[in-house]
């Protein structure tokens, strides 16, 4: 991760996004700078999954263009992020195994393979758990999973879609803590989500998205402090809006 | 009734007696239908699973022909590789034609539409599930479709049951293919009919009987595979 040239920063220009003639994000325009971590806010259908599913590469922006600017682009730049979901995929198999599984995909040789998914289990403390079915585990045992399956892969920039929205407080701690761990190690964070406390401990940045529309991006103090909209006054508030 | 209790009881005495005909019946049918369940799987599996995954050229008619031919009669089947293998056919001479490589033949076109198609519902419902994750990996195609048959194994288990049952189970395709020769491509269910007609009820019976147990085994399998699989949710 240290040594090789990044990939980033990202910048999004002039990015629209539509399906079935709606057009659900309009004019992107932002910059992702590395080792940040950067928290999207935003009412419920604001665009925050479709922005960091096309940030991921997952879908194709309709029309602007999503960039990669660094210089460590020549090979494939999915390769160099990860992406962990609301409800995360858990493969059917063992917990150790969908990290061995992640690892042989990515070309990692057998041996380094097992050797790292056992790091990665051991960082987010399930080596207890290691033979047990993936998918019989807690949801905060599977998020903590995606997590160290994300970083058996040694992403450099991590995307995570609420990654705590249906956990309960201990969990969501451990699974924050584990957030911390990639932050610590160069992982540049980018993530959704709902819990403005979450976000007031996590975030450098704040990006709020309303209704497909970027409305603020900067600094996390400011835009707590002094959100300068009245839509992210609201929000930070605890106004409903959509 | 009497003929009926005396068949039934003759019928017990040949399996209790290991028949040797009975015996190299029973063995025959195994023998062509699983056969032709290995070649169905062989081609059923990848082709099922590209269909459900990746888009090509004729992707639709692939997936139109294997719904079609999933249920077509197997008399047809059978008509059709009677056809290509006749001496005046374009596999005429390889001189097949009533061999049990021809009845290999016509159920694995039988069972290969059954497996291929319930292969791709399986794989696309999992790639519903697993799609992002995969792309997220970069999984290349191959790995992309050995995850999936990897992670389906339990319920293409069941699909191969599936075909093996209407492979052991048919009569029209073997009949008109091998052409029912004692010793050479008899197989249980056209020893049943044969039988059956020559008012042979002891035979008939006996060869019924064994083919009544082996579903029976299928579906248990079945069954077993589905609870096994159920109680471990996890890997199913
Ligand atoms: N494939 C699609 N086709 C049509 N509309 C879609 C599609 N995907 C998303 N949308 C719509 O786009 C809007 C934004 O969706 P998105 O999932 O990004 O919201 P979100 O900010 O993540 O919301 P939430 O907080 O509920 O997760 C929603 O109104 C949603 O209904
Ligand atoms: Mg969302």
Known sequence: MSTRQTILPLEFRRVVYEADGTRLLHDIDLTLAGGRRTVILGPNGAGKSLLLRLAHGLLAPSSGDIVWRGAGTRERVIRRQAMVFQRPVMLRRSAL?????ALKVRGVPRDEGRERARAALAMAGLSDLAHRPARLMSGGEQQ???L???????PEILFLDEPTASLDPAATRAVETLIGGFHAAGTTVVMSTHDLGQA?????????????????????????????SAEARAFVAGELLW | MNTLGQAIAEAGTLLAG?????????????????????????????????????KFPGRGAVSLLLNTFMGLPPVVVGLLVFLMLSRAGPLG???LLFTPTAMIIAQALLVTPIVAALTRQIVADLWREYGEHLHSLDASPTARLGTLIYDARFSLATAVLAGFGRAIAE???VMIVGGNIDHATRV???????ETSKGNLATALALGFVLLTIALVVNAVVELVNGWAGRKAALA
């Open chain 2, 93 to 95: 001479v390889l001189g």
């Open chain 1, 148 to 154: 160290a399956r994300a970083w058996a892969t040694e």
């Open chain 2, 18 to 54: 290991f028949d040797a005909d009975l015996l190299e019946i029973i063995g025959l049918s195994l023998r062509v239908s699983l056969t032709a369940v290995l070649i169905a799987c062989v081609i059923g599996f990848p082709l099922g699973a590209a269909v459900a995954l990746f």
């Open chain 2, 188 to 194: 249980m269910t056209t020893a049943i009919a044969l």
């Open chain 1, 144 to 146: 903590r999973l995606a």
């Open chain 1, 200 to 228: 007031r401990r996590i975030a450098d940045d704040v990006l709020f998205l309303h209704k497909g529309r970027v409305v603020e991006f900067g600094a996390a103090d400011r835009f707590f402090e002094h959100p300068s």
């Open chain 2, 171 to 173: 009569v029209g395709a």
């Open chain 1, 97 to 101: 195994g969908n990290l061995t599984h």
